[in-house]
């Protein structure tokens, strides 16, 4: 049953690390495909926000490749990388408290910003979240969590990536927030966009994601088809706290 | 002298100490580092003025602050890069860097001392000895460049920072460097052109304060009254330091004139003190900056 289309985003034998000799992933080989939403689970300290560090640009990697579209981008500068088309909503969403909440929707735009797209782009931000349209001029660091989680989404938006990273996107915010998180990256996914999703989430992530990835200290433990893992006992057992 | 001619002469050291805090400020914001090198640059900036009035006899006043303003602008930006930039970058303690920066200004004083020598020089230009007539007050002819330079820059600073990409890089990098780069933002080059703005404002000070003062390589030493009116508005807030910079300058002359003029530099620490007392964290923390 394997699709035909190309990976979108890969990593082949990745190995990263913040201090020498203690490596925090070990070989980790990632794909996902055009289209196509994956997620990433693992307990905490797993070294899921790393991977995502390390696609981003933010953490070089000792040893191993990451592909866009089958073009190396590992070595590349962050702000190299945001040009090729990957955009990410960070852990703990990094909204630039001293900005105002448009201010920061641009930022999310400044690889674009030598044409005017990312003024006309704010309006459909607006759009998807018309509860920033009333926050534009607050101070990000004034708003609540959910709605920092909208900026944090927003922002990454107006980057119009083709593959978009959420790390932790629903971290810290109520039930009812927690499901418009997820409801808004199956629109996305419904849009086409290609999405790789860090959880620890797992039963709602399962739900979204057409594919998994299980992440314990480091390797790659376990990775199928989003049902096959929901209906695993194993990862039932210990991610989705059932079994 | 008159309660005017004291107003007028405290609210113009005032914007010179404030234009020399805006710069203590940027570099905190962008870098968490208070950089003691600030006023020494200004001092340069003063040199700076000075070289081209010389080299350039009849210059325009304003050309040669912007002349003074650019090639400042360009030594912060190599200061950066070459002195700081290496030690950020081996993760050097923050006391370390603060030395460093203590270190720096002692290079600046010295090599100015080396090229332009130990006495005072005063500028050759007629704004030296000119005067203004304001409602049958003698002023310095200066405070009208003061007057429209300060307001000029601030306003020019908030357009930056608010209405261009590089100022909103420049906020986002100092608020969270590694979101940003992932917005397509250096940072490293950020903090290099926020040292470069912050050290062209110094320089903007430092032509504006010689013709009223004196230019040496030991008129840094306004740079520790700076500080305090950094501290006094809150370091890294730019509206903070325009408030402790009049706060400062007010304080110290107006005080200076009821105990005794040997004391204004002990007045502007003791208003230093004051404050922090009251509100530690500065008058305009919390408030947008
Ligand atoms: N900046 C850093 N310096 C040193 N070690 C780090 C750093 N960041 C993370 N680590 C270590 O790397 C390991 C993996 O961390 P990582 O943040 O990738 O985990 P995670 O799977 O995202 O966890 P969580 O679910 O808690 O976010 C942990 O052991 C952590 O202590
Ligand atoms: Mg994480």
Known sequence: ?243 | MTFVIQLMSGLAVGCIYGLVAIGFSMIYRAMGLVNFAQADIMMIGAFLGYAILVAAPGIPFWLAIIGAMLGAALLGFVIERVAIRPSVARRADQVYLVLLTLGIGIVLSNGARLIWGADPVVYPTGLTHQTLTLAGYPLPAVYLYIAVVMPALLVGLHLFFTRTWLGLALRAAADDPDTAATMGVRPALATSVSFALASAIGAAAGVLYAPISYVSFDMGVIGVKAFAAAVVGTLGSIPGAVLGGFIIGLGETFGGQLIATEYQDSIAFAIMIGILLLKPTGLLSGARR
């Open chain 1, 1 to 243: 049953m394997e699709s035909k289309s190309p990976a979108a985003l890969a990593l082949t034998g990745i190995e990263a690390g913040y201090v020498a000799g203690v490596p925090v992933l070990s070989g980790v080989d990632l794909e996902v495909r055009e289209g196509e939403v994956v997620t990433l689970l693992g307990r905490n300290g797993a070294g899921k926000s790393t991977a995502i560090r390390v696609i981003c640009g933010l953490l070089k990697p000792n040893a191993g490749r990451v592909e866009l579209h089958g073009e190396r981008i590992d070595g590349l500068e962050p702000a190299a990388i945001v040009g090729r088309g990957i955009a990410v909503v960070p852990e703990g969403r990094r909204v630039f408290g001293s900005l105002s909440v448009e201010e920061n929707l641009l930022m999310g735009g400044f690889a674009h910003r030598r044409g005017i797209a990312p003024k006309l782009d704010l309006d459909a931000i607006y759009t998807s979240f018309p509860r920033l349209v009333e926050r534009r001029t607050q101070l990000a660091g004034t708003l609540s969590g959910g709605e920092q989680q909208m900026v944090a989404m927003g922002r990454a938006l107006m980057a119009k990536p083709r593959v978009l990273l959420l790390d932790e996107p629903s971290m810290g915010l109520a039930p009812m927030l927690i499901d418009a998180v997820f409801d808004m990256i199956s629109t996305l996914a419904g849009k086409g966009l290609t999405i790789l999703l860090v959880e620890q989430n797992a039963s709602e992530a399962l739900d979204v994601a057409d594919r998994a990835y299980v992440l314990e200290r480091g390797r790659i433990r376990r990775e199928g088809p989003a049902e096959r893992l929901l209906s695993d006992p194993e990862i039932r057992a210990s991610y989705l706290g059932v079994g």
